[in-house]
């Protein structure tokens, strides 16, 4: 129950394109949801973050959907650049400390 | 400044030494935090100071030793470590524990490699 199920687990696309990483989690007390974006060598940086109370929150070129009825949230990029090519973590909490974090998207944009 | 800074960036060590992660932030965040990761693996969480006191140990074995000396800095002590220690250390900061101000910002990193 405390899992976060994260897909997929690389992504190539190309630039311009759309790249769509999805998360799904089980535990319904869950009530924070953010993406984190990794470069090789360096620390997870907060891209974007979402409470269950919106379906949909925008930051840029990055966009959260959130389903709460199918427990499920994605990322979309738009505009996608080779500076996007990361590893994407999504995670849940419950409004504390302790993330549960997904597996990790390492997502490549092809120029 | 919005930053968590950490030094040193690469740090090699025999398993006999006695080294020190720093971290240090200027957000006047009274949680932080330690992590480590392994490639291809998310961040795990090892400790957690909250207004410097030592809120969580997760299980972590005695050759590490986290200290805050205050709320900016935290520190990662090392003794006696093995090879599959090493890895990425992160350390991260959140304005308090929880709550709605728990977003956490991570540091670069230490890279740790243990010979």
């Known amino acids: 129950q405390q899992q976060v199920k994260q897909s997929p687990q690389s992504l190539i696309v190309q630039k311009g394109g759309i790249p769509i990483i999805n998360c799904a989690y089980e535990n319904t007390a869950f009530d924070y949801f953010p993406w984190y974006q990794q470069f090789p060598g360096k620390g997870p940086a907060l891209l974007i973050a979402i409470r269950p109370d919106v379906s949909e929150k925008k930051e840029g070129r990055f966009t959260i959907s959130f389903n709460k009825s199918a427990k499920q949230f994605s990322l979309h990029i738009m505009d996608s650049q080779p500076g996007d090519s990361a590893t994407y973590f999504c995670?849940?909490?419950?409004?504390?400390?302790?993330?549960?974090w997904g597996a990790g998207t390492k997502l490549i944009i092809k120029p | 400044d919005t930053e968590v800074t950490q030094t040193p960036k690469h740090l090699v060590m025999g398993m006999t030494n006695k080294k020190s992660l720093k971290c240090e932030q200027h957000m006047g965040h009274r949680a932080m935090y330690w992590y480590k990761q392994k490639a291809k693996k998310p961040p795990e969480l090892m400790f957690v100071?909250?207004?410097?006191?030592?809120?969580i140990n997760e299980s972590v074995p005695s050759r590490f030793s986290p200290e805050c000396p205050n709320s900016s800095l935290l520190n990662l002590h090392l003794h006696a470590l093995q090879p599959e220690d090493s890895a990425l250390y992160l350390c991260?900061?959140?304005?308090?524990?929880?709550?709605?101000?728990?977003?956490?910002?991570f540091g670069p990193g230490t890279r740790l490699t243990v010979l």
């Open positions: 995670a849940a909490s419950k409004d504390n400390y302790q993330l549960i």
């Open positions: 991260a900061s959140s304005q308090v524990l929880s709550g709605i101000s728990n977003e956490q910002f």
């Open positions: 100071y909250s207004y410097e006191k030592l809120s």
